[in-house]
Structure formats: C-alpha cells, structure tokens
C-alpha cells in the first residue's frame, strides 16, 4: 500500500527464481521496481561466513539450505544494477547505489 502513497520501500530478500521477481515486477510499476543482484562467488561467500553455516551445511546430515549452495538460485536475467561485492568495496557498493538512484530520479 506504500506504493499508492509514493512511498519508496527497500526490501532485502533472497528471491531464488526467475519466475518470482517477474511476478514482483507486474505487481510493482515498472518505473519503480529496481533488482539489484548482489554478486559474490562461492569461494568468497564462504569466506565470510561468520556463522560457520557453509562449513555447517557440507555435513552428511545437515538440514541447512542455501540458495545458491545446496538449493537452487537463477543468477538475474536483467538486474538494473549489479554489485560485484568481492571486486568493489561497500564504501563502493554504495556510491552505485547512491548514482543509481539518483540517475534515476529515485531520491
């Protein structure tokens, strides 16, 4: 409902499929539906991995998903904006956000 008040909601999800952000993009109007695929390689992703829960879904009997891991994930088909977090710092990674948003008469 936001969205009828000219309200801009940033929402942070997983969205595995293909089929699921087509379905977000009819709901919400094109001008103001933005996919940003936040790109790392699995190398990395475990690397990071504070919580030990790659290490922890590699067990015989873990019961542990991971998009992308031990679940299925479709890489975007056309994301308006990808951040490449293992080659751009965050401090980066914002300054694209930053742009893009206001290339895009956003804020």
Same mark, same amino acid.
């Given at each position: 409902? %936001?969205?009828k008040h ?8 997983v969205?595995?499929f293909?089929e ?14 933005? %996919?940003?695929?936040i790109?790392?390689?699995l190398?990395?992703?475990e ?7 790659y290490k922890?879904a ?7 998903? %991971? ?10 088909n056309d994301?308006?904006?990808? %951040? ?5 710092s965050?401090?980066?990674?914002v ?5 893009y948003?206001?290339?895009n008469?956003?804020?």
């Amino acid at each position: 409902m %936001l969205i009828k008040h000219n309200i801009s909601v940033c929402v942070s999800v997983v969205s595995s499929f293909e089929e699921s952000r087509t379905k977000a993009k009819e709901i919400i109007d094109d001008d103001r539906y933005v %996919l940003s695929y936040i790109k790392c390689p699995l190398e990395i992703c475990e690397k990071r991995d504070v919580k030990g829960l790659y290490k922890a879904a590699r067990t015989e009997n873990s019961k542990i998903i %991971l998009s992308g891991f031990n679940d299925p994930y479709d890489v975007p088909n056309d994301p308006n904006l990808i %951040l490449d977090t293992d080659k751009n710092s965050i401090s980066e990674c914002v300054e694209k956000i930053k742009n893009y948003l206001v290339k895009n008469n956003l804020v």
